[in-house]
């Protein structure tokens, strides 16, 4: 069976806590991601969404607050040998559309909804 290892996508570009707002949203446009891991280091210790960014774009001003004032905290991982099946499990029964890769602690990865429908599309070419 195919792990997370097989279908993440490697070293994700991440940010800071106290990186701004308006570089999440250029980091977003300019790579069309819609999650960023937020790391201390090599240590994840958040997520920005793209989601997040929406519902806090109420004024201008907020472009300049940092990440770390909008950034889910808890953020649901997994691990780079967990079967893929497992990983898409865990994000609909989470209702969550990404995952972040962690091997004790540290940020290795990201596994996304994106990347389940490109396998999706992959196995149906077949």
Do not use: Y
Not at 77 to 98: D, F, P, Y
Not at 108 to 117: A, K, N, P
């Amino acid at each position: 069976m195919a792990k997370v290892a097989d279908l993440m996508k490697k070293d994700p570009v991440s940010l800071d806590p106290e990186a701004r707002i308006e570089e999440a949203w250029k980091i977003m446009h300019d790579q069309r991601v819609r999650h960023i891991p937020v790391c201390k280091g090599p240590k994840l210790v958040g997520l920005i969404t793209q989601k997040d960014l929406l519902v806090n774009a109420q004024a201008n001003s907020l472009l300049t607050m940092p990440i770390a004032e909008v950034m889910v905290f808890n953020v649901k991982t997994t691990e780079q040998e967990v079967e893929i099946a497992s990983a898409a499990q865990t994000m609909l029964e989470e209702r969550i559309s990404c995952l972040p890769v962690v091997e004790d602690g540290n940020l290795t990865g990201i596994i996304t909804e994106s990347d389940f429908l490109q396998l999706l599309i992959n196995l149906l070419k077949k």
